[in-house]
């Protein structure tokens, strides 16, 4: 961290006296998030967590180790990469239509990105003919998304009016308009230790809802969420408040509700082949 914020001061220094780098060695508007992410991290991480960096001038990439201290998992030690895409928690596009030549915008040492296509209060921003087709096919899809979400409700025996007032309330305004205004890109994580965890499958897909870019529980990523966050959130995922209503491992979420000291054998079992410390 110390490493990479010379590093920036440095290019810094060198575009002031008129020394021009190219473009892929700028340091990134995301990179400069992470210097301080980083140390907000490292100063507020759980007792039962430890963080790799394998280059610790390369802040987008590391290895979160959780050690739980209880409960199911305890005695266990599990890895998760983490991995902070170049767009991450970045707004900013640049768009030209076609009677303009794009040319690269650059704020300090970063490069805009440039779009064809945007997302703006939950509106896909397009130039051009039938600009309106994506907009109109994505927000069918987010409209099923929402009804897939509810069907427990809308095939249940309650009252038709009681479901009109659900869909009106919870469906109709994820078609008709969003909250969100900027579509934010959270880090990419998977678990590399195989465990027996409902909401971690055997191939280290994570479900967890404040890693996913857009969530109608509205515990989705959001540009005030940091790395910290995502250090407890994957940490929480080995504590007894579980909840495993929308798992990934439904086999291993049904074990755990038909029969809890079966569900810890299982665990237990995981760890000494591969989680174990």
């Not at 914020?5 to 060198?14: F, H, L, M, T, V």
């Not at 002031?16 to 998030?33: A, Y």
Request: charged letters at 25%.
């Amino acid at each position: 961290m110390i490493t990479l914020n010379k590093k920036i001061k440095k290019e810094g220094s060198d575009h002031s006296n008129g020394i021009s780098n190219e473009t892929s060695k700028r340091i990134s508007v995301r990179d400069k998030l992470l210097v301080k992410e980083v140390q907000e991290m490292n100063e507020n991480l759980p007792t039962t967590c430890a963080v790799t960096f394998e280059d610790p001038n390369v802040l987008c990439e590391f290895t979160l180790t959780v050690a739980p201290d209880e409960g199911y998992w305890q005695g266990g030690r599990f890895q998760f990469s983490v991995f902070v895409t170049e767009d991450y928690n970045m707004a900013t596009k640049v768009m030209y239509n076609a009677h303009i030549k794009p040319e690269p915008v650059i704020v300090g040492e970063a490069t805009i990105e440039v779009v064809q296509e945007y997302d703006y209060l939950e509106q896909t921003i397009r130039l051009g003919r039938r600009n309106f087709d994506k907009e109109a096919a994505r927000r069918i899809q987010l409209g099923w998304a929402a009804f897939g979400k509810l069907r427990h409700i809308f095939s249940s025996a309650i009252p038709q009016s009681l479901k009109t007032k659900v869909f009106n309330q919870c469906v109709l305004p994820v078609m008709t308009y969003g909250a969100e205004t900027w579509t934010l890109t959270p880090p990419k994580v998977k678990c590399l230790t195989k465990l027996w965890h409902p909401n971690i499958n055997e191939d280290g897909d994570i479900c967890l809802s404040l890693l996913r870019q857009t969530s109608i529980d509205e515990h989705g990523w959001a540009p005030t969420r940091r790395l910290k966050d995502v250090v407890w959130g994957l940490n929480s995922l080995f504590t007894d408040l579980l909840n495993f209503e929308d798992p990934l491992n439904i086999e291993a979420a049904e074990q755990y509700k038909k029969d809890k000291v079966e569900f810890q054998a299982k665990v237990q079992e995981y760890i000494s082949l591969s989680g174990k410390r």
